[in-house]
Nanobody, 124 residues
Framework: QVQLEESGGGLVQAGGSLRLSCVSS????????MAWFRQAPGKEREFVSA????????YYSDSVKGRFTISRGDTMNSVYLQMNSLKPEDTAVYYC?????????????????WGQGTQVTVSS
């Protein structure tokens, strides 16, 4: 059974930092592309960042580029999202997603596995 479990969310003031973690089980983690998406109330789930299984190439949405950093720890079966200079508009539930060689890294439809999400709230 595949499980993705996010942690690290919370309440932080604007300008602050958080580090999200996602631990996986039930998949050969080293073969999977991993991503973070987020969903704010009343909005669609949107792409935040992704990292390839092979080569570790990373991708970011324009809204987080330069502030967020994705990384993976294959020995820990984990993916991380370091979030700096947080803004109120970053407030959302953040989801971890996994797919084996995802075709379109920014497209939520192509990810097979999802976590339950962790809430991030940034106060102004």
């Amino acid at each position: 059974q595949v499980q993705l479990e996010e942690s690290g969310g919370g309440l932080v003031q604007a300008g602050g930092s958080l580090r999200l973690s996602c631990v996986s089980s039930g998949i050969a983690f080293g073969r999977y592309d991993m991503a973070w998406f987020r969903q704010a109330p009343g909005k669609e789930r949107e792409f935040v960042s992704a990292i390839r299984s092979t080569g570790g190439r990373t991708y970011y949405s324009d809204s987080v580029k330069g502030r967020f950093t994705i990384s993976r720890g294959d020995t820990m079966n984990s993916v991380y999202l370091q979030m700096n200079s947080l803004k109120p508009e970053d407030t959302a539930v953040y989801y971890c997603a996994a797919d084996e060689r995802v075709h379109e890294y920014y497209n939520k439809r192509f990810y097979d596995f999802w976590g339950q999400g962790t809430q991030v709230t940034v106060s102004s």
